[in-house]
Structure formats: C-alpha cells, structure tokens
C-alpha cells in the first residue's frame, strides 16, 4: 500500500481528503457496511485500488521484503529498487496486460528464490531433514521462477495479445 493516498476529485459520496479516505477504510475493515459505497466508488479508480492495498502481489512481495530485511530500511530500499529495475527489464518498454503480470510473476518469484536461499545460507549446520526441507522448498521456488520467465519468453515469441471484455464476458485472443 503506497504511503500517499490521492484524494479523488470531490464527487458524489467519493471522500474529500486522504484523511476521510483512511478513516472509511478504518470503519469497513472494522465491518461498518456504511464505510463501503463511497469506498466502492473510489475503488472505481484502478490507481486508487493500487493505493487502497487491492494489488496483492504488490502485498506478497512488500511481506517477503519486510520478513527477509527486518529493520533495515537501507536493505529494503535496495531490493525494492532491485525489483523495480528487473520488473522494468522483464516487462520491456511497451508491455501488453499479460507481459506486465508475467513480469510481475517472474519478479516475486525472484524474490522468493533468492530470499529462501538467503534464509538457507545463513542457516549454517542444521539437521538433514531440515537441509532438505529447505532443498525442496527452493527447488520448489526455482521451478516456479523458471516457470515464469518461459511463461513470459513464450508470449513474446508468440505475440499474444489477450483482450478482455468483462462486461460482455469475452475473451479475444489475437496473434500480432
């Protein structure tokens, strides 16, 4: 979830200020039903369900950093950059929906790849059992990291474009 939420232009039932915004999502995570139908009409903005915290990935990740740095604010800041770097490299400079979340993927699952052998490495003499577990839960997280970065390299070899028609439930797959 970013730090600043942007306040929507004052609307109908929309929240003035980012105060009123977080003191709405303080009540509907409490189950005050009255918070939701200026919250679902903020929610209408794609840029303020990033905001609100509806990006899970962007959550799963954030949790994967905070659990491998701790306190470490300059780690943290590194390896976001770090991701962000990859996320751009992966994703190209004009990337389709599907090349963006398959770069994505591919990025949080570098994270954990990397944050499991770190976790490993850092462990040093453990049990068998417990080497081993920690084998398989990296082989584990190596097969998906691979899994993602051919799922991204077979879309551009293709030239897939997906389009997706939610109101009319369709979806059109053309070759470009």
């Known amino acids: 979830m970013s730090d ?10 929309l929240p003035a200020s980012t105060e009123e915004t977080l ?9 005050d039903a009255a918070a939701m139908p200026p919250l ?6 794609p840029a303020a369900v990033d ?5 899970l990935a962007e959550t799963a990740q954030r949790l994967l950093v905070e659990a491998h740095c701790g306190q470490n604010l300059f780690r943290r800041e590194a390896i976001g950059r770090k ?3 990859l996320r751009a490299e992966l994703a190209g400079p004009t990337p389709s929906p599907i090349e963006r979340l398959l770069a994505e993927r591919a990025v949080a699952c570098w994270l954990h790849v990397y944050h499991l052998e770190a976790v490993y490495a850092g462990k040093g003499a453990m ?13 584990r997280a190596h097969k998906r990291y691979v899994s993602a970065l051919k799922a991204l390299a077979e879309v551009r070899k293709l ?12 979806v059109n797959v053309l070759a470009t």
């Open 83 to 85: 991701m962000a770097n």
């Open 127 to 139: 049990s068998l059992p417990l080497a081993e577990h920690y084998q398989k839960c990296i082989d």
């Open 40 to 45: 679902r009409k903020l929610l209408g903005n």
């Open 51 to 55: 905001q609100l915290g509806g990006n």
């Open 23 to 31: 003191d709405l999502v303080v009540r509907a995570e409490q189950g």
């Open 4 to 13: 600043k939420i942007t306040p929507p232009a004052k609307g109908d039932d």
């Open 159 to 170: 030239g897939v474009t997906v389009q997706l028609n939610v109101a009319r439930k369709q």
